[in-house]
T-cell receptor
Framework: EAQVTQNPRYLITVTGKKLTVTCSQNMNHEYMSWYRQDPGLGLRQIYYSMNVEVTDKGDVPEGYKVSRKEKRNFPLILESPSPNQTSLYFC??????????????FGPGTRLTVL | QQQVKQSPQSLIVQKGGISIINCAYENTAFDYFPWYQQFPGKGPALLIAIRPDVSEKKEGRFTISFNKSAKQFSLHIMDSQPGDSATYFCAANIIGFGNEKLTFGTGTRLTIIP
């Protein structure tokens, strides 16, 4: 089944304790992104990657890191989480289509609470 | 700066009625306008999308109306059903820009009541 998977789905942690949220896609997509969803703010892009070893900042990158060492994986790293990073996180992937629509396929989400 | 403004924030519609959600954008370079549907506990999924070279696109009960001069587009759900209850996000993008970045609206929580 073509899908984007994220782990963990739920995480409660404390301020300053480093954590990683994994994301994996099995569709051989070139593009991958991380978004956070907050009430009243919609979905905001954190980081994106156009291919292996190519990453760049989105709209709200502060406090996050990413890496893209393999095409299928795009982990999100919070080196020192803070309460304002409590949010619902989504990983998404999309194929590189010349001139085509860029439908993004989203994972099921990771609900993170930072105490 | 919010580049895509969405309204209303929440909407209650009776079964069989028409649900209408509106979005306005600022960046005239946008050339791809999708709508995503999100059910509780799930990630958003593409519902329907439109390019600015047409004024309307219909897929079943879902229609996008697009007004390029006003920089507005809207989603119409005809004969709304309880199964349509979800959060809807409009979005905009520039095809081929490279980063595949979607700029999302703030979302509309739609509830269809019997």
């Amino acid at each position: 089944e073509a899908q984007v998977t994220q782990n963990p789905r739920y995480l409660i942690t404390v301020t300053g304790k480093k954590l990683t949220v994994t994301c994996s896609q099995n569709m051989n997509h070139e593009y991958m992104s991380w978004y956070r969803q907050d009430p009243g703010l919609g979905l905001r892009q954190i980081y994106y990657s156009m291919n292996v070893e190519v990453t760049d900042k989105g709209d709200v990158p502060e406090g996050y890191k990413v890496s893209r060492k393999e095409k299928r994986n795009f982990p999100l790293i919070l080196e020192s989480p803070s309460p304002n990073q409590t949010s619902l996180y989504f990983c998404a992937s999309s194929p590189k289509l010349a001139g085509g629509s860029n439908e993004q396929f989203f994972g099921p989400g990771t609900r993170l609470t930072v105490l | 700066q919010q580049q895509v403004k969405q309204s209303p924030q929440s909407l209650i519609v009776q079964k069989g009625g028409i649900s209408i959600i509106n979005c306005a954008y600022e960046n005239t370079a946008f050339d791809y306008f999708p709508w995503y549907q999100q059910f509780p506990g799930k990630g958003p999924a593409l519902l329907i999308a439109i390019r600015p070279d047409v004024s309307e696109k219909k897929e079943g009960r879902f229609t996008i109306s697009f007004n390029k001069s006003a920089k507005q587009f809207s989603l119409h759900i005809m004969d709304s059903q309880p199964g349509d209850s979800a959060t809807y996000f409009c979005a905009a993008n520039i095809i081929g820009f490279g980063n595949e970045k979607l700029t999302f609206g703030t979302g509309t929580r739609l509830t269809i009541i019997p």
